[in-house]
Structure formats: structure tokens, C-alpha cells
């Protein structure tokens, strides 16, 4: 791996954890989801890194673009009310025994990982495989033809989701009629 | 691009992981324990697009697909929840919601 790629891992990885822990740690919510957008994209230029050009744009558009968004207008709707909260814990040993035991978590994880390795038979088949479709295709094309050859009744069944997500969501947002 | 082995990525979606179980713990605004839960699936993402390309499938991609599908579903309802319990009670500390505590 060249030196550019390394950088560009290790200068992601280093964003993405700091402003993981900004979403944690900033007692104003709206810092949380400014820490979290730039989290997002981060893991965008992940994705670009491992060349899924289409993946990476959809996390820009739909995640950062639509869900965040939706995020930021109900914070600023409830910030004023919300900043009373956090001001107390019942519990006071509460945060630093979460720290201690998500950094044994963390730990247990990166123990396995560091003791393990992919076996190149684990690959898939040049039948189907997937840097070879994305150097004649293009990312996608290759998505699609994943998409619709194998995964057609999930793809419809999704469609089905967003509509009962939206049908909840004008139902809840209904205020109740004074009879 | 990437080196031979995952395990730089895997780590980075485990640290991530980690810090999301830990805010959706230890916060009490709702609205910063859906951002952890978001947190989550986005490091369970890299985990998959990981796997997509270093086993060569297309299928990691096909779940990052609806894993962020389902996530904008779950957020417009979970956020209208949210939206609704304050406009009941003008408060949204998640330890004063207990009145379902037996």
C-alpha cells in the first residue's frame, strides 16, 4: 500500500473517531449532529477508498443529505427544551464504568481482529466478482446488476417499508382533533 | 488501493461501534441516543463495504443498500415519536419518561 492511500486511511480513520466522540461528548445537540455529518462523510470517503464510487455518493446524498437534515430541524425544534437535561445523573459511577467497559469492548473486538486474517480461497468466484465487474461496468452498473439479479423481492419489500414509515410518521405527527 | 488485510477498516467500524453503544448508554436527550443508534449502523456499514471488497462479492453492497434504507425509515418514525412525546409533555429527559415503570 503507498504512502497517499496509507495517509489518506489513517488522516479518515482519525476523523471518523474524533468526531464519533464529538457526537457523544458535546452537551449542545446541535454540535452532535455537526459532529455526526462530518462523521458521515468520512465514512463516505471510506467508501471511496474501498472503490464503491456509487455507495459512497448515495451515503453523501440520502444520509448526510436527507437523514441529517431531518435531524437538525427536529434538534432545532426541541434545542431550548433540551438543553435542561444532562445536568445531573442519578446514577453518579454511571460514565466512567461506561468508558471502562466500552474500552474493554473495543478491545475484545480489536483482539479478534488483530488475530485473524481473510484466506484468499474466501474470495468469490471470477464468475461473480466484484472488482472485475466494476472495471468493466463501472460501480453502478455493477450495483444494479447485484441489485436486480439477486435482490429483487428485498428491493420491492423496501418500497413497501417506506411507505408504511411514511403512513407512521403523518399519523404521528397529526395533532389530535378537538371534537 | 487498500492493503491485503481488513483489519485496519474492522477496527475503525469496531472503535466506531463501541462509541455509539457507549452514547446511547450514557445520554439521556433522546435525540443524541438516535444519533448514537445512527452511529452504529454507519460503522456496521463499513464493516459490510469492508467485506464487499475483500471478498469480492457484490453482496456487502446490496445490504449497506438497505441497511441505510431501513435506518432513513426507522429515523422519520422514531424522530416523529420523539417530536410527539414533547409536544405531550414539554420535557424529553429520557430517566423522567417512566411512567410505564412498574
Sequence with gaps: ?179 | MPPDQPTGYLIVSAVLFTIGVVGVLVRRNPLIMFMSIELMLNAVNLSFMTFAHYLDSVDGWIFVFLVLTVAAAEVVVGLAIIVSIFRARRNIDIDELDSMKG
Design chain 1, 1 to 179: 500500500m503507498n504512502t497517499s492511500a496509507t495517509f489518506a486511511f489513517v488522516a479518515l480513520g482519525v476523523t471518523a473517531t474524533l468526531s464519533g466522540l464529538g457526537v457523544i461528548l458535546f452537551r449542545n445537540a446541535v454540535y452532535s449532529a455537526l459532529s455526526l455529518i462530518l462523521n458521515l462523510f468520512s465514512l463516505a470517503l471510506f467508501f471511496l477508498l474501498l472503490n464503491a464510487l456509487f455507495l459512497a455518493v448515495v451515503q453523501v446524498l440520502i444520509y448526510t443529505g436527507a437523514i441529517m437534515v431531518l435531524f437538525l430541524f427536529v434538534v432545532t425544534m426541541l434545542a431550548p427544551e433540551a438543553q435542561e437535561t444532562e445536568q445531573r445523573d442519578p446514577i453518579r459511577w454511571q460514565k466512567g464504568a461506561a468508558a471502562g467497559l466500552g474500552v474493554i469492548l473495543a478491545g475484545g473486538l480489536s483482539y479478534i481482529l488483530f488475530s485473524s486474517v481473510i484466506s484468499p480461497a474466501a474470495r468469490a468466484s471470477t464468475a461473480n466478482s466484484l472488482s472485475k465487474m466494476i472495471d468493466q461496468f463501472g460501480s453502478i452498473q455493477a450495483f444494479g446488476m447485484g441489485l436486480f439479479h439477486g435482490f429483487l423481492f428485498p428491493f420491492e419489500v423496501t418500497s413497501i417499508l417506506l411507505v408504511v414509515a411514511i403512513i407512521g410518521a403523518l399519523v404521528l405527527g397529526r395533532r389530535a382533533s378537538k371534537d
